[in-house]
């Protein structure tokens, strides 16, 4: 059984930066693409930004340029670098992996438990 742990969530003003972290345990052989979703009140969740297993990025048309997505291959974590944070980022932000078993089967739909950022104005 493979685990995501988020970190990083918390209050911030706008303009400001926050860093997302999450952590794959569990045993594995390989953590393939990584993504973060986030989820406003009222609205459906919605992918943020997705990095592959060979670093190849994109993000949703309203982060970029703010937002980078990156991965420490060796330690299992994918990070989530928020800058010039704005009202409307404010959601629950999930992570999400697929990863490749002991066994070779490729495991889809992976979810952490998310994490709240707030941003006021």
């Known amino acids: 059984q493979v685990q995501l742990v988020e970190s990083g969530g918390g209050l911030v003003q706008a303009g400001g930066s926050l860093r997302l972290s999450c952590a794959a345990s569990?045993?594995?052989?390989?953590?393939?693409?990584m993504g973060w979703y986030r989820q406003a009140p009222g609205k459906q969740r919605e992918l943020v930004a997705h990095?592959?297993?060979?670093?190849?990025?994109n993000y949703v048309d309203s982060v970029k340029g703010r937002f980078t997505i990156s991965r420490d291959n060796a330690k299992n974590t994918v990070y989530l670098q928020m800058n010039s944070l704005k009202p409307e980022d404010t959601a629950v932000y999930y992570c999400?992996?697929?990863?490749?078993?002991?066994?070779?089967?490729?495991?889809?739909?992976?979810w952490g438990q998310g994490t709240l950022v707030t941003v006021s104005s």
């Open positions: 990095i592959t297993s060979g670093g190849a990025t």
């Open positions: 569990g045993r594995l052989f390989r953590i393939n693409d």
């Open positions: 999400n992996a697929e990863y490749t078993s002991i066994g070779g089967y490729r495991i889809l739909g992976v």
